[in-house]
């Protein structure tokens, strides 16, 4: 018992019966990693590299300075993940340099991804930037594209990091239905997916992230979201590539459990949410999981999913 309580205080990730479920941070810069660190993270799940960019939002910063940065990060966890995501710049992150002033609808416009491909020199600097700062650094790099919307995008981005010789796995999020939808076609091109279930929420429901009296929109127990998760991780199944979750469901430990059961393969969160997490996961089994996804949606509404998961859960 008392071990038990133990190694579910720290350690990997894991239901009560071994089934492993890598415990990731979400991070901004260096200055996160320590909290990181502390909480047992077992790697960086998603690294929002733009706060590096907003520093001074008229330019790119140096290649030098970017190198510096990401190694700082890499360093962290010599024998871990670090999946670092490229700049997401545009809507709710706007930099001027990049940015357009005039679009009617942000969100929908050029941002993310579509962004980086319409100055593909700064994300030729960012990929050379993060090769340099892996260079002879044992760590397990992973590079991923925000706002992927289908097969298209994730080649495009994964010739950018072919083309300046990066060693490391290419990645794309799913934060747009389509590319939940087509998960399959997206992999082609990829070899994992991460869920940023933020912005997925807000496309999925044509709700804005940033109004909250849309609030009852972007919970992401929304049984639509669950269904868009379960297409992305049957895919993933399917391709024989990995499927987490990076957005702010997965720092809800009940929430973790259904994704869990959904069939993510790893959970990326605030530093802070992590021991939560670990501890909740580590109270039931696989089975359990997959029950409480199951019952979550069969739901009618985001209250009733998370009441169905939370009865499968405390009843056994
Ligand atoms: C998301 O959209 O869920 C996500 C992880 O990215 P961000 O919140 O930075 O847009
Ligand atoms: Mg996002």
Redesign the pocket.
């Known amino acids: 018992e008392r071990r038990a309580s133990l190694a579910a205080a720290s350690g990997p990730g894991a239901t009560s019966d071994g089934h492993k479920v890598p415990l990731l941070a ?1 991070i901004g810069g260096p200055d996160d990693v320590g909290a990181a660190v502390e909480a047992g993270a077992e790697g960086v799940g ?1 690294f ?1 590299t ?1 706060f590096l960019f907003l520093d001074d939002s008229s330019r790119a910063p140096s290649a030098e300075r970017q190198t510096e940065v990401y190694r700082k990060v890499l360093e962290a966890f010599p024998h871990g993940r670090v999946v670092v ?1 490229v700049l ?1 710049a545009g809507a ?2 706007p930099l001027d340099f990049l940015t357009p002033a005039d679009e009617p609808n942000p969100a929908l416009g050029v941002r993310g991804l579509r962004t980086l491909l319409d100055h593909p020199e700064v994300l030729r600097t960012q990929l050379s930037a993060l090769a340099e700062a892996a260079e002879g650094l044992p760590v397990y790099l992973e590079v991923m594209a ?1 706002m992927v919307a289908d097969r298209a995008d994730a080649r495009a981005f994964a010739d950018a990091c072919r083309e300046v010789g990066l060693r490391a796995k290419f990645g794309a ?1 799913v ?1 747009i239905p389509s590319a939940a939808l087509r998960a399959r076609s997206v992999l082609q091109e990829v070899e994992f997916l ?9 496309y999925t429901f044509a709700a804005d ?1 940033q109004v909250g009296a849309l609030a009852r929109l972007q919970d992401p127990w929304q049984p639509a979201l669950l269904d868009l998760v379960a297409l992305s991780t049957e895919a993933a199944v399917a391709e024989g590539k990995s499927c987490g979750v ?4 997965a720092a809800d430990p009940l929430l973790a459990c259904v994704l869990t059961g959904l069939g993510v393969t790893s959970l ?1 969160m605030g530093a802070a949410a992590i021991p939560y997490v670990r501890a909740t996961l580590a109270k039931h089994t696989l089975a359990q999981c997959e029950r409480a996804a199951a019952a979550a949606r069969a739901a009618e509404s985001a209250s009733e999913a998370r009441a169905a998961a939370q009865a499968v859960l405390s009843g056994e």
């Open positions: 979400n998603l929002r733009e995501r997401d709710d992150k925000p999020m934060e991460s869920l940023g279930t933020n912005d997925l929420a807000q992230r990076c957005g702010e469901a990326s």
